[in-house]
C-alpha cells in the first residue's frame, strides 16, 4: 500500500489506475466522470516517467474502440464515462468480449433515462450486467461502496481484464465520484509485457505465428465453436470471481441486499433496525456479474428487502437466485440525492410487523 | 541461369481471397502486399480491416491483423499507433466503412494528424452487402435503394474524400488513382508507397483514394466497369495529389 491521502473519488481512482499500469486512456467528457479524464491529462504531462497517453476521442464511440486498439497491443488500458456514453460504448464491448481484448471501463452512473441528471444514480445495472452490445457476452462488473475499496478494485480491474482478456467495468456513481475521503492510495503493481500478452498486436515477420483479432464468423460450426468457448470461459468467471460482503445474515429475519454508494446509507437503516430489536442483517454483492449467489446460501426462508436507486432492476437477479419471488421487498428511489436510513428504517418495521 | 520476372509477394498465403471476378480489392490488397515484402513491413506492421468485402482479405495476408467494427478503423488504429509508435500501421477502408458508419473516426483521426496511414477504396457502392446507395454513390447510378437512381433530393451529393481530408492540417499527404490499366495500377503503387515512407517518417495522416471497380454490384461486365470509372467516376472524383505538404500542390 502506498501513503494515506485525502482525495476525490474520481482522482483516486484515477490515480490506483496509473498505478496499475494503466498507459492509455481514452475518453470523452462527461459529467460526473470528467476529473478521471483530466486526471490522466494532467499526468501525461506532469509525469512524463509513466509513460501514459491521454486521448480526449470525438465520441464514446471512438474512445471504447481506441482502447480496443490499445488493448490489442497487449496494454492495460481504460475509458471512464457515465451511463449516456457508455451505451454508446457497448458496440466496442461486444467486439472486446468476441476478439478477447481486454480493457477497464469505468461506469459514473447518473439518473437516466434519456439525458438525466448528473448525481448519484444506479439505473444503470442493467447496461452493465447485462450490456447492450449484440449477441452474447459477459463482463466483470465490480461495484465498490466506498473510495477505498474503489482504489483497490480499480487496480484488480486490470488483472482481471487480462487474465481472461474481456472487458471488466467498474461502476461507480455520482457520489462516490464527487466524495471525498481519506483513503490509503494502492502500490504500483507489476505489469506484465504487453507484447508478450496472448494474441498481442506486434508485428509476425517471417517466422512468427500471425496474430489475428477476428470476431466474424463463418457458417454454423464456427458460431458454435466460438460461442461455446467463450461460454466456458464466461462459466469459469462465474464460479471463481464472485465476491459479496454479508453483514449479520446468520440470525437475520429482513436480509437487505444493496450495492454501491448507497450500501452506506442501508447499513445505517440495518444498524438502528438492530437498536430497536429487528433482527435485520445485508448483503453487498462486490461483483455484479457475476452475480454472487453463494452470499444467499442457507438463507431461505428469511424476508429479503432490495434497496437500490434506480426502478428495482437488481431485485430481478435477487428473485432469480432466491427462485422465490414472494418474499422479495423492494426500496427505491431514483436518484439525484440520497434517501435517509430512517426511511428505509420505515421499510424494514414494516416488514418487521408483517412477521409478527 | 533462371530469371524471375513476376512472382507473388512473400506476405501473402496461398489460399482464396474470395474476392469476386473482376474486383479492385484484389488489386490494391496485392499491391500493399507486394509494398510489404519492398518496404521491409511484415516484421514491424499490423493491418486494421474494416466491415465489408474487404475484411475478407485478412484470409490471404501472413500479418498480424485486426478487423475493426465498421467505421472505426481509425479509432481502433489510434490506439494501437499510439501505445506502440514504432509500428506500421496500415488501415484499409472501403467507402460504407470510411464515408457512412465511420465519418466521425477517419475526420478526426485526420484532425489529430495520426500517425498512421489509410488506404481508402471507393466503389460507389456497398458491396458487401449487395449494392445499396453510398455517400460517394454518382447522381443518376443505380443502387438497390435508389431504384431509380441517386437522386440529390433524397440522399444528397456525392463528397470527395481526398479533396475533403486534403483541407485538414493533421493529413501530410492525399492522392486519389485508381487501377483501370497497368499504368493506372503502377500509379496507384507509387501512391501508396509514398503514403507508407511518410508514416515511416512519423508526420502525419497519409491518405490514398483508389477508385475500384465493382461488377457485380454495378451490374456490369469487368471491363465494361473499367471504362465506367474511366468515363464517369474519374469526372466527379478527378485523379490527382490534393496535398503533399512536402511539396506544395500547385491551386
Redesign the interface.
Known amino acids: 500500500m502506498g501513503e494515506k491521502v485525502f482525495m476525490q473519488g474520481n482522482m483516486a481512482l484515477a490515480e490506483s489506475a496509473i498505478r496499475a499500469g494503466c498507459k492509455l486512456f481514452c475518453g470523452y467528457p462527461i459529467t460526473p466522470s470528467s476529473e478521471v479524464a483530466e486526471y490522466f491529462a494532467r499526468a501525461m504531462v506532469e509525469r512524463p516517467e509513466e509513460g501514459i497517453t491521454f486521448i480526449q476521442a470525438e465520441t464514446e464511440v471512438s474512445a471504447f474502440n481506441m482502447i480496443a486498439g490499445g488493448a490489442a497491443a497487449g496494454h492495460r488500458v481504460m475509458t471512464a464515462t457515465s451511463g449516456p456514453g457508455f451505451d454508446l460504448g457497448q458496440e466496442a464491448m461486444s467486439y472486446m468480449c468476441a476478439g478477447e481484448l481486454a480493457g477497464v471501463i469505468v461506469d459514473i452512473m447518473r439518473p437516466g433515462p434519456g439525458d438525466g441528471e448528473l448525481m448519484a444514480s444506479q439505473g444503470d445495472y442493467y447496461q452493465v450486467t447485462r450490456g447492450g452490445g449484440h449477441g452474447d457476452y459477459r463482463t466483470i462488473v465490480l461495484a465498490p461502496y466506498t473510495v477505498q475499496e474503489m482504489c483497490e478494485l480499480m487496480q484488480e480491474a486490470f488483472v482481471l481484464a487480462q487474465k481472461y482478456n474481456n472487458p471488466v467495468v467498474l461502476a461507480s456513481d455520482g457520489n462516490l465520484a464527487k466524495l471525498m475521503e481519506s483513503v490509503e492510495l494502492p502500490g504500483y503493481t507489476e505489469v506484465p509485457v504487453p507484447s508478450e500478452q496472448r494474441n498481442a498486436m506486434r508485428g509476425c515477420g517471417k517466422t512468427r505465428e500471425p496474430h489475428k483479432v477476428r470476431t466474424g464468423m463463418n457458417g454454423e460450426a464456427e458460431v458454435n465453436e466460438r460461442n461455446l468457448y467463450l461460454q466456458s470461459k464466461f462459466r469459469r468467471i462465474a464460479e471463481n470471481e464472485a465476491r459479496f460482503e454479508n453483514y449479520m445474515t446468520d440470525d437475520a429475519d429482513i436480509v437487505m441486499v444493496c450495492w454501491g454508494s448507497f450500501s452506506r446509507v442501508c447499513m445505517e437503516a440495518m444498524e438502528r433496525a438492530r437498536e430497536e430489536g429487528i433482527r435485520a442483517g445485508l448483503i453487498r454483492p462486490i461483483t455484479l456479474w457475476p452475480f454472487p449467489e453463494k452470499a444467499f446460501e442457507g438463507l431461505d426462508g428469511k424476508k429479503f428487502l432490495v434497496c437500490e436507486l434506480n426502478a428495482g432492476q437488481m431485485i430481478d437477479d435477487v428473485k432469480l437466485t432466491i427462485e422465490n419471488k414472494h418474499d422479495v421487498y423492494l426500496f427505491n428511489r431514483y436518484g439525484s440525492s440520497l434517501p435517509r436510513p430512517k426511511e428505509i428504517l420505515a421499510e424494514i418495521r414494516k416488514i418487521a410487523e408483517s412477521l409478527r | 541461369m533462371k530469371k524471375y520476372i513476376y512472382k507473388k509477394p512473400?506476405v501473402l498465403l496461398d489460399t482464396s481471397s474470395g474476392f469476386c471476378g473482376g474486383c479492385g480489392h484484389g488489386i490494391v490488397t496485392k499491391i500493399i502486399a507486394e509494398l510489404i515484402d519492398e518496404m521491409g513491413l511484415?516484421?514491424?506492421?499490423?493491418i486494421?480491416w474494416p466491415i465489408g468485402c474487404s475484411?475478407s482479405a485478412?484470409r490471404i495476408?501472413?500479418?498480424?491483423?485486426?478487423?475493426?467494427?465498421h467505421g472505426?478503423a481509425p479509432?481502433?488504429?489510434?490506439?494501437?499507433?499510439?501505445?506502440?509508435p514504432g509500428?506500421?500501421i496500415i488501415v484499409y477502408q472501403g467507402d460504407g466503412d470510411l464515408v457512412s458508419e465511420g465519418m466521425?473516426?477517419i475526420?478526426?483521426a485526420s484532425i489529430?494528424g495520426e500517425k498512421f496511414s489509410v488506404v481508402f477504396l471507393n466503389n460507389a457502392i456497398y458491396g458487401m452487402t449487395g449494392g445499396q446507395v453510398a455517400p460517394t454513390t454518382l447522381i443518376g447510378q443505380y443502387a438497390k435503394t435508389a431504384p431509380a437512381g441517386r437522386s440529390p433530393v433524397n440522399t444528397g451529393y456525392p463528397i470527395g474524400m481526398a479533396e475533403t481530408l486534403s483541407h485538414i492540417r493533421g493529413v501530410i499527404y492525399s492522392e486519389r488513382v485508381t487501377v483501370t490499366s497497368p499504368a493506372r495500377i503502377a500509379a496507384a503503387k507509387k501512391a501508396i508507397r509514398k503514403a507508407f515512407e511518410l508514416q515511416l517518417e512519423g508526420k502525419g495522416l497519409s491518405f490514398v483514394e483508389v477508385l475500384s471497380p465493382c461488377p457485380t454490384n454495378w451490374g456490369m461486365s469487368p471491363v465494361k466497369s473499367l471504362e465506367w470509372i474511366e468515363d464517369e467516376m474519374t469526372k466527379e472524383y478527378p485523379l490527382g495529389v490534393f496535398k503533399d505538404t512536402e511539396n506544395e500542390v500547385p491551386q
Not at chain 2, 42 to 46: P, R, T, V
Open positions: 512473400e511484415q516484421e514491424n506492421g499490423i486494421v475484411c485478412h495476408f501472413r500479418m498480424d491483423q485486426m478487423i475493426a467494427l472505426r479509432a481502433v488504429a489510434t490506439g494501437l499507433k499510439r501505445v506502440e509500428k506500421f466521425a473516426e475526420m478526426h489529430r
